[in-house]
């Protein structure tokens, strides 16, 4: 397959993932306690394996390899039909297991401390892309519209606006929190809890748990397990230099209650 074709199919592809992301919001939406089953088959689908190699061939970090190596430049001279394919029967013979993501400590802006990324492989990337494609549209119907944190089309700019508009409307006092080392801390149980609230396929649970616990190869190369916590850098990668959530609590000195806006990062790879 030569670019134009290869252009032309990611362009057909992304109009049928539309599609059946639109059906998916649709009854997310309609339905707020329904759980959604057989999504697996629309992982593995290859439109959405498709799109997903494309977004992750266009991100920064697609120059970056994983533990076995391998960029995205590298994949796409062997081939990205014969790639994708392969991904696709291993996806559906149930032999795809994710690696461990290679450690990388980058300086923490303002301060001494360092920020632990988690570069996965290409062919994990992928994968999480294709299962974010899925996941994506049943979850955006339960955020509330305060939230502005990894969610396509809000961004850190939207909430600073909605800020200076709430502080423009006698709201006084702005509280900034921060939740200490997030990605390191989230428990893997109550996120599995969270996410079979809204997904019955047993399949595809089981595949972000192996995402979970895939581990991590440090920078003096022990193999270290993940218990808790989910590496920085993988599925959804920052576009600025503080990919956590900060809250920011406003009270308003003549109103009752609180309004919040949470700022977060803007692009998920």
């Not at 697609?62 to 994708?84: N, P, W, Y």
């Not at 939207?158 to 990605?183: K, P």
């Not at 996410?195 to 649970?205: I, S, T």
């Amino acid at each position: 397959m030569n670019t134009d074709e290869l252009e032309q199919a990611v362009y057909m592809a992304g109009r049928r993932v539309l599609e059946i992301q639109a059906k998916l919001h649709r009854w997310a939406v309609d339905d707020p306690h329904r759980r959604f089953g057989d999504l697996f088959n629309l992982v593995a689908d290859p439109a959405f394996l498709l799109v997903a190699w494309d977004r992750v061939r266009g991100n920064k970090g697609a120059k970056t390899a994983g533990v076995d190596g391998h960029t995205a430049a590298s994949i796409q001279a062997r081939g990205v039909e014969e790639f994708l394919g392969a991904l696709r029967d291993s996806l559906k013979d149930r032999s795809f297991s994710p690696l461990p993501s290679r450690e990388r400590l980058i300086p923490k802006p303002g301060t001494a401390k360092r920020r632990r990324l988690g570069i996965s492989t290409i062919r994990d990337r992928v994968v999480q892309a294709s299962l974010k494609l899925v996941l994506e549209p049943v979850f955006e119907a339960d955020f509330l519209p305060c939230s502005y944190g990894f969610r396509p089309g809000h961004r850190v700019h939207d909430a600073v606006a909605e800020v200076r508009h709430l502080t423009s409307h006698s709201y006084e006092w702005i509280v900034e929190g921060d939740i200490r080392a997030c990605f390191d801390e989230i428990s893997h149980v109550a996120l599995m809890d969270r996410v079979r609230a809204r997904v019955g396929d047993n399949r595809v649970l089981a595949l972000v748990k192996a995402f979970l616990k895939a581990g991590i190869l440090t920078e003096d190369g022990a193999l270290k397990d993940t218990d808790t916590g989910t590496p920085q850098g993988s599925l959804c990668a920052a576009a600025h230099n503080e990919p956590y959530e900060q809250c920011w609590v406003m009270r308003s000195a003549g109103l009752p209650g609180l309004v919040t806006a949470t700022l977060g990062a803007e692009h998920c790879a």
